[in-house]
């Protein structure tokens, strides 16, 4: 494998194992607010975070690439609200779409078609991330700070709760 593309890969496992906790964070931050559902569904993010990156530290396993996991920082532990909480989910997600594509166009240019058929996964994968949490913060906004048990209902009852982990 090329020794720039196994650097970005075992970057981007310290990113999903970064998400991961983030999302235990957040999880948490709901449960301190007594909102189970959705306490609930960032925890089934935080598993599938996880699932992500080990994803990525089979694929260099297998590819004979060198598994180097970097230091991880500690997650943000405090928010203003829940609306300060989804966004900055959203906005994560966003982030890693981007990485998942720089990803990709290295693996493009270094003419790894094995690496760029892993990706793809993650790249569709993405899609589904960014939807689910612009979904969610758009109905955590419309129901507003006074109205979560609406947000509650809404996870419970709807797709994007508990989903589990994508299928790797």
């Given at each position: 494998m090329n020794e720039d593309l196994v650097a970005a890969i075992n970057a981007q496992v310290g990113r999903e194992f970064g998400a991961e906790m983030e999302y235990l964070q957040i999880a948490a931050y709901f449960d301190d607010q007594a909102l189970p559902e959705l306490s609930g569904f960032f925890r089934d993010q935080a598993d599938e975070e996880r699932a992500h990156a080990l994803k990525f530290v089979d694929y260099l396993m297998d590819a004979g690439g060198h598994v180097a996991i970097p230091a991880l920082a500690a997650p943000r532990n405090t928010f203003e609200s829940a609306e300060e909480a989804v966004q900055l989910s959203l906005d994560w997600e966003l982030s890693v779409t981007q990485?998942?594509?720089d990803l990709m166009d290295l693996a493009i240019e270094k003419r790894d078609h094995a690496a760029q058929q892993m990706l793809q996964w993650f790249v569709a994968e993405q899609v589904e991330e960014v939807s689910t949490m612009s979904e969610l913060l758009s109905v955590v906004r419309r129901a507003g700070a006074q109205n979560l048990l609406l947000?509650?209902?809404y996870v419970s009852r709807t797709a994007v709760n508990r989903a589990g982990?994508?299928?790797v």
């Open positions: 990485f998942i594509n947000v509650e209902d982990p994508t299928a």
